[in-house]
């Protein structure tokens, strides 16, 4: 008998990305760079109903400049509303605009805008190019510059989703103004992780300056916020760079501050913001490493102090042993079989704690305690709300 025959196809994609920052999204600047994405395509913009009324008169503005009419679609995303429901009604309206292999997608809003916005482009005729405008701290140098796109899927957080780079990333300081507190606040946390990672210089930035940047929007002081910016966003796509797809390893340090907070989110029906979520699981990851040796306790406090200065939450009442058990169950089945929780050992760089089996559930109680402490002592002085 003949032997049966060996067929193969090797399938590669590469691709490459740029973030570019502009200080004129909605003129003459944003205009050039928007003609280079989007001339001679159809087009349809995504949105929310807050960016749509502050900002969409002006992004028609440019995009008529270009000779550009793209049907628009303004949508409710909130977090409980990033659902694959919501992702086909972007699909239906691509339908509705008519658009083809070489149409394009603009996701001009926050992460939630830029989440479904990525997905629903990875689905439309198999992939179409997207870009993304991102209007909030968070989406400008976290969830709008990676190449993911995610939505929840009953009680799991961002369960359903695909690696989908963008097109290309505009990043424009001013659409932050507008911004409340709390989510200026949101996107001082992931900064604050990237820092704790892999960036002192961007660390002793967020002490010095922190509370100044959130306060003015990242209008003063000047320098700082260009800098803060520049090195967060720099600091996540060289992170990124290293494993894109995550098919190189299950190891990622930007994980940091996102082992815990998932779980939390889902918990608490999403009552408890992104950003929120993830100073808190920052936190309590920086004291369960203190315990086991890794981080000086020094180091630890000089965290902690930073995102209290910020006016983070440190913890919250659903933040349990059990809620932690959960949520180490849960990431161990994402990352591959090994838990891999991010632990600084400095500030500026980390480690990983590849299995649940080496932590102590006294030590995992023992974190929660601490940050409880943290935040009572830190209400009592009137250093967080």
């Given at each position: 008998m003949a032997s049966a025959a060996s067929l193969a196809l090797a399938a590669t994609k590469s691709r490459r990305y740029e973030v570019r920052l502009t200080d004129g999204l909605l003129g003459l600047p944003g205009a050039e760079l928007l003609r280079g994405a989007l001339e001679g395509r159809r087009v349809l913009v995504c949105t929310t109903p807050t960016v749509d009324r502050l900002y969409g008169a002006g992004l028609r503005r440019v995009l008529a400049g270009l000779g550009l009419r793209p049907a628009w679609l303004v949508l409710e995303c909130p977090e409980p509303a990033k659902t694959m429901e919501t992702a086909l009604r972007i699909c239906a309206a691509a339908v509705e605009a008519r658009l083809d292999r070489k149409g394009a997608l603009v996701a001009f809003g926050g992460g939630a805008c830029s989440d479904l916005t990525t997905v629903a482009a990875?689905?439309?005729r198999r992939g179409v190019a997207h870009i993304r405008l991102p209007t909030t701290l968070i989406g400008q140098i976290d969830a709008g510059i990676g190449l993911k796109g995610a939505v929840n899927f009953g009680p799991a957080k961002n369960y359903l989703g695909c690696f989908n780079p963008p097109d290309g990333v505009l990043v424009d300081p001013a659409l932050l103004r507008s911004l409340p507190d709390a989510a200026m606040r949101q996107g001082m946390a992931e900064i604050a992780k990237i820092a704790c990672i892999r960036d002192p210089a961007l660390f002793g930035l967020l002490q010095e300056e922190g509370t100044r940047l959130v306060a003015t929007r990242f209008r003063e002081p000047a320098e700082a916020a260009r800098q803060v910016l520049e090195r967060a966003i720099r600091g996540m796509l060289e992170e990124l760079e290293q494993n894109p797809f995550e098919d190189?390893?299950?190891?990622?340090?930007?994980?940091?501050?996102?082992?815990?907070?998932?779980?939390l989110e889902a918990v608490t029906g999403y009552r408890l913001h992104h950003g929120y979520a993830v100073a808190v699981d920052v936190a309590f990851s920086c004291a369960l490493g203190a315990l086991l040796g890794l981080l000086p306790e020094d180091a630890a406090e000089e965290i902690l102090s930073l995102l209290l200065e910020l006016d983070l939450p440190v913890t919250d009442p659903l933040l349990t042993?059990?809620?932690?058990?959960?949520?180490?169950?849960?990431?161990?089945?994402?990352?591959?079989?090994?838990?891999?929780l991010v632990v600084p050992t400095r500030i500026g760089a980390c480690t990983f704690v590849k299995r649940t089996s080496d932590i102590p559930p006294a030590a995992v109680a023992e974190a929660i305690r601490r940050v409880n402490a943290a935040a009572a002592r830190a209400r009592t002085s009137g250093l967080a709300a």
């Open positions: 990875g689905m439309i190189r390893s299950h190891e990622r340090a930007v994980d940091f501050g996102h082992t815990v907070s998932p779980t042993p059990d809620l932690v058990a959960e949520a180490f169950e849960s990431v161990t089945l994402h990352r591959g079989g090994a838990l891999n």
